[in-house]
């Protein structure tokens, strides 16, 4: 199985500043159709998780443009650029490149000070 | 809008069964493939397994350690995907997410209790 692991566990940031979480998988996510299958989600408290950020880079209609996602290989990061109180939660990265199964991160929360 | 809600959650015996369902709407369900996605509280996201639309046959995929008591099937005239989890335990105790192609879209779970 491709083994996703998430660097921090946990942050505390400060309304209006950066955040940065780290992902990292076992084996290569670029296919050989190109695409590179790594994915960020968001679980807000007590809601659902919700898709941020598809094949790397590629925001999800109506995520706000401060969420980026960077990487390639094995070695991926999603940044907000100025955290806002909405964005308190569990980040996830999940790798669909090779299944079963598609595998998550331990998950980043992420709160505000 | 696409919505997608899933029930049949409930308390269950260890070594009983229960069948999910998830009803979808607001996009071409038959051409999409449907994920079951679980979480155990306080804890992260497990995935369970797929099933693709038409074009793909509707096979199916699961984690390995799950693939011998749990089946995803659909229904594309109802817009409906199921979960039958058989021989349940007790680690299987979880709230039950389903998500269309690419996870894109997720319900808002059901809560299976095995105890």
């Known amino acids: 199985d491709v083994v996703m692991t998430q660097t921090p566990l946990a942050l505390s940031v400060t309304p209006g500043q950066p955040a940065s979480i780290s992902c990292k998988s076992s084996?290569?996510?670029?296919?050989?159709?190109?695409?590179?299958?790594l994915y960020w989600f968001l679980q807000r408290p007590g809601q659902s998780p919700q898709l941020l950020i598809y094949?790397?880079?590629n925001r999800f209609p109506g995520v706000p443009d401060r969420f980026s996602g960077s990487g390639s290989g094995t070695d991926f990061t999603l940044k907000i650029s100025r955290v806002e109180a909405e964005d308190v939660g569990v980040y996830y990265c999940?790798?669909?490149?090779?299944?079963?199964?598609?595998?998550f991160g331990q998950g980043t929360k992420l709160e505000i000070k | 809008e696409v919505y997608l809600v899933e029930s049949g959650g409930g308390l269950v015996q260890p070594g009983g069964s229960l069948k999910l369902s998830c009803a979808a709407s607001?996009?071409?369900?038959?051409?999409?493939?449907m994920h079951w996605v679980r979480q155990a509280s306080g804890k992260g996201l497990e995935w369970i397994g797929r099933?693709?639309?038409?074009?793909?046959?509707?096979?199916?995929a699961y984690a390995a350690s799950l693939q011998d008591r749990f089946t995803i099937s659909r229904d594309d005239s109802k817009n409906t995907a199921y979960l039958q989890m058989n021989n349940l335990k007790s680690e299987d105790t979880a709230v039950y997410y389903c998500?269309?192609?690419?996870?894109?879209?997720w319900g808002r779970g059901t809560m299976v209790t095995v105890s």
């Open positions: 607001g996009f071409t369900f038959s051409g999409a493939a």
């Open positions: 094949e790397v880079s």
């Open positions: 099933i693709r639309g038409k074009a793909g046959d509707y096979t199916t």
């Open positions: 998500a269309n192609s690419g996870l894109a879209f």
């Open positions: 084996q290569s996510l670029l296919h050989s159709d190109g695409k590179t299958y």
């Open positions: 999940m790798q669909s490149i090779k299944l079963p199964p598609y595998s």
